[in-house]
Nanobody, 119 residues
């Protein structure tokens, strides 16, 4: 099992910045990628950014150039630096840890942290 604890959400004005953090514990060696997803009211959960153990990153088109994902492997922590925030970035942000192989994928989720961007 992997446990994920997020921090860093809050209220910010449009154009501002926030940094989310997510610390992983438990079966760390099982993780092959970590990332962030978000879910806005009335919408489905969507990928924001992920980073594999090998360093490959993937971003949603809507956040490219504004958000940056990073990992501190020594601390088993993943970060999401969010700049130039827009009201449409308002959502609950969930930390994700993933184990994937050619046979199976397993996901673990944090409890979520609310990000509210005011206009």
């Amino acid at each position: 099992q992997v446990q994920l604890v997020e921090s860093g959400g809050g209220l910010v004005q449009a154009g501002g910045s926030l940094r989310l953090s997510c610390a992983a514990s438990g079966s760390i060696s099982s993780i092959t990628a970590m990332g962030w997803y978000r879910q806005a009211p009335g919408k489905q959960r969507e990928l924001v950014a992920t980073k594999t153990n090998g360093g490959s990153t993937n971003y949603a088109d809507s956040v490219k150039g504004r958000f940056t994902i990073s990992r501190d492997n020594a601390k088993n922590t993943v970060y999401l630096q969010m700049n130039s925030l827009k009201p449409e970035d308002t959502a609950v942000y969930y930390c994700n840890a993933e184990y994937s192989s050619i046979w199976v994928r397993r996901d673990w989720w944090g409890q979520g942290t609310l990000v509210t961007v005011s206009s």
